[in-house]
């Protein structure tokens, strides 16, 4: 049965031509083209294809964006001082249907959701490319259909299923169950695996492992572990793909094309193709610029502080440092003074200005800290567990870093989003072979991860034994390699531990989170404008 949702909710096509903006992924604007004659030929199917990829970036876009939604309400987010939204960190009252977040997400996603369904409708009527070509070029639209599907359903389970063009006026919706929108995310990425190619010629669009890798990522989700672990080994073995030597290299932004990219999103530095661009850079940037000898400077990144990290995660960065690399290769602590105006003391330009670290300074050594520039330590940002002060200095997270944009005060990020890495797959495939009892295999993908995560000479110092394994562990070890890239509501969500680690280590969201946190209302700005919005159902408790 066909499940039409409001055509409000599906802009007409044409407006999706502007493509897939990209410094690889080449893209023309398409004016109201003659859809139905256009998108025969082969360079229409090709705009139409690229404008199935144009939603992807709106993940990361600026203003009232659904950020609050991947970051907020774990055990490794809070707010900080320019937080907005933060019902989604606490689990309060403001959690309602009628949230603009949850439209944030809704609405685009669907809007991509109909421009994969129209570019598959219609590419029996292509007239100039080969029946392998356009399977080829259909392959993209259900990768990235069930993409979207994907992280919809981890938010608000069962949702209307459209899976052809929207023609018509449809003012009636109903829900598919959360079984049959998995069957179809399911459906969509074999399709894909089977037809698209192993490389392509554009950076940025999907691949044959990178439809393998969101497979794994899926059969993890539906706890088929055999499936996942087979999917992640396939995507570890048999294409090339390594780990990057250097952790740090993974967030250079020059360094965008790599060994361990499976798929990333892309953006431009052309602000003509670039849209309202990738908003990322801010959100975990404190407000260095008001510290003696600061002002503001592209290398620094713009500040708008967000989210900071909750004491569990800072400790769980901290704890290992000696070791592990991955909290120094990802995170400031040193600012650089650049502002002549506003040094002190003996203070010069290019001399450290303020340092800010998530562990204990003993009290002894940040005196004589003090006497060369600022110092701040864990016990300025949190008293025991809970935060403490205006939260709007801390440590940096610098996966965003994006020194590219066109001005000092550009909130329109130009960085490229890596969304699938080879890291993840050993972790997948770490995680499902531990829940099959395979765990020397475990261990050993584990392993390969800790050991490019140690400082040199260090390796022996970072492997783990089988009795660590357990899903705590495993848990933590994503946090360390995975922190800050959008998969942690999801994560505590599948393994069944989003309530349990809220109540541990979220002291905003503690004593308010509940079963009904684990879906999303439907938004109400859906379902108001069905005409039989009596019988659809909201979830429960909202």
């Not at 290769?329 to 303020?354: H, P, R």
């Not at 709007?392 to 490229?416: A, Q």
Request: aromatic share 12%; with cysteine; hydrophobic share 40%.
């Amino acid at each position: 049965m066909k499940r039409y949702i409001n055509i409000v909710l599906f802009v007409v096509i044409t407006a999706f031509i502007s493509g897939c903006s990209s410094d690889f992924l080449e893209e023309e604007k398409i004016v109201s083209p003659p859809i139905n004659s256009y998108f025969t030929t082969e360079k229409g199917f090709n705009d139409l294809v690229n404008s199935n990829y144009t939603f992807t970036r709106t993940l990361f876009a600026g203003g009232n964006n659904f950020a609050p939604l991947v970051f907020f309400g774990t055990d490794l987010w809070t707010n900080g001082s320019d937080g907005t939204f933060i019902e989604f960190n606490a689990y309060n009252s403001g959690i309602q249907p009628a949230n603009p977040v949850l439209w944030n997400l809704w609405a685009p996603f669907y809007q991509g959701i109909a421009a994969c369904n129209t570019a598959i409708s219609r590419a029996g009527a292509v007239e100039e490319m080969s029946e392998s070509a356009v399977n080829q070029k259909v392959a993209e639209s259900y990768f990235l259909r069930a993409w979207y599907y994907h992280i919809l359903v981890m938010h608000f389970g069962g949702l209307p299923l459209v899976t052809e063009e929207v023609t018509d006026v449809v003012t009636t919706a109903t829900r598919a169950s959360e079984a049959e929108v998995y069957d179809q995310i399911v459906q969509d990425l074999l399709f894909a695996e089977q037809y698209l190619p192993v490389t392509q010629d554009d950076f940025g669009r999907v691949t044959k492992p990178a439809a393998q890798a969101l497979l794994a990522r899926v059969y993890l989700t539906l706890n088929q572990n055999d499936k996942a672990a087979e999917y992640a080994e396939k995507v570890i073995n048999d294409y090339g793909f390594s780990l990057l030597d250097d952790y740090s290299r993974l967030w250079d932004v020059d360094n965008r094309v790599n060994s361990e990219v499976i798929w990333s999103i892309q953006f431009s530095q052309d602000e003509r193709l670039n849209g309202s661009g990738n908003a990322y850079f801010l959100y975990f940037t404190p407000r260095y610029d008001l510290q003696p000898g600061m002002t503001r400077a592209l290398e620094n990144d713009r500040p708008w502080p967000r989210f900071v990290a909750t004491r569990y995660y800072f400790d769980l960065l901290a704890s290992n440092r000696e070791n592990d690399s991955r909290f120094a290769k990802s995170w400031k602590t040193a600012w650089i003074a650049n502002n002549e105006s506003t040094l002190v003391g003996n203070m010069q330009i290019g001399d450290t200005a303020f340092i800010y670290v998530p562990w204990d300074i003993p009290d002894s050594e940040e005196a004589v800290l003090e006497q060369k520039y600022g110092v701040f330590d864990i016990n300025d940002l949190y008293n025991g567990e809970n935060p403490t002060g205006s939260r709007e200095l801390f440590p940096h997270m610098r996966k965003y870093k994006d020194p590219l944009r066109p001005s000092i005060n550009s909130g329109v990020g130009t960085k490229n989003v890596i969304e699938i890495r080879l890291a993840e797959m050993y972790l997948i495939a770490a995680e499902a072979q531990m829940k099959e009892g395979n765990l020397p295999e475990a261990v050993d993908h584990i392993n390969a991860i800790r050991h490019r995560a140690a400082w040199p000479g260090k390796e022996l110092d970072m492997e783990i034994a089988e009795s660590d394994l357990d899903i705590d562990f495993i848990l933590d070890e994503r946090a360390l390699e995975l922190g800050a890239e959008r998969l942690r509501w999801a994560d505590l969500k599948r393994t069944g531990k989003l309530i349990e680690r809220v109540q541990l280590y979220n002291t905003l969201g503690r004593d308010n989170i509940e079963q009904k946190h684990l879906l999303r209302p439907i938004p109400s700005n859906m379902i108001d404008r069905l005409t039989n919005r009596e019988e659809f159902e909201q979830n429960p408790g909202y």
